[in-house]
């Protein structure tokens, strides 16, 4: 019965390689986005997106890319990776403005 | 600018009541979330205030006044479960993308 799931959970890569981060829900949410929690524990928006509309945080480098096959997913896919990319990823969805977001579990990404 | 702003850390003891406050300067925020995140785990949906005023939901309470970019939460009875970061974020955009302040890391003491 889990709501927001993620995977994988933990990810270690080194530099310059391309992974993916997979993310789906089951709560019929027609909004989903990628957050990303530095070592800091800062909490940053990355992207929104609904079947209609992607919103790029301007501040997310092109490396970066989200890809959604349907309504209940939404991968992230990272290309080159660097050292500052080392985070937890968070997947998260909801109806959109007004509405709580539900977040999965997190991917932590170690690059080395 | 969207800057929230909220003390990096506090302390508190078991059975007592805890403010958190958190200050933003923003436009365009449509309404404050305040989240919960234990360590090495995901937020978890606390309040939504969109309206000026506190709204109450057992041991937690969540206040806003947004003439003065100002919201508080209040955590009465607190337990030892409740040491975990407090995160205030403003609901912006045409998404409700959430833009987060740095959090609160709350230590419960006995």
């Known amino acids: 019965d889990t709501a927001v799931s993620q995977t994988p959970k933990y990810l270690v890569t080194q530099m310059g390689n391309d992974k993916s981060i997979k993310c789906e829900q089951n709560?019929?949410?027609?909004?989903m986005y990628w957050y990303k929690q530095d070592s800091k524990k800062f909490l940053k928006i990355m992207f929104s997106?609904?079947?209609?509309?992607?919103?790029i945080n301007e501040t997310v480098p092109n490396r970066f890319s989200p890809k959604s096959p349907d309504k209940a997913h939404l991968n992230l896919h990272i290309n080159s990776l660097e050292l500052g990319d080392s985070a937890v990823y968070f997947c998260?969805?909801?109806?959109?403005?007004?509405?709580?977001?539900?977040f999965g579990p997190g991917t932590r990404l170690t690059v080395t | 600018g969207q800057n929230i702003d909220q003390p990096t850390e506090m302390t508190a003891t078991e059975g007592a009541i805890v403010q958190i406050n958190c200050t933003y300067q923003?436009?365009?925020?449509?309404?404050l979330f305040w989240y919960q995140q234990h360590a090495g785990e995901a937020p978890t949906f606390l309040s939504y205030?969109?309206?000026?005023g506190l709204e109450e939901k057992g041991r937690f309470s969540s206040f806003l006044s947004r003439s003065k970019g100002y919201s508080y939460l209040l955590l009465k009875e607190l337990q030892m479960k409740d040491s975990a970061s407090y995160l205030c974020?403003?609901?912006?955009?045409?998404?409700?993308?959430?833009?987060f302040g740095k959090g609160t890391k709350l230590s419960v003491k006995p």
């Open positions: 974020a403003g609901d912006g955009g045409s998404q409700g993308n959430l833009i």
């Open positions: 998260a969805s909801g109806h959109g403005t007004g509405y709580e977001q539900y």
């Open positions: 997106y609904n079947n209609k509309e992607l919103i």
């Open positions: 923003t436009s365009g925020f449509n309404g």
């Open positions: 205030n969109v309206l000026d």
């Open positions: 709560l019929g949410h027609d909004t």
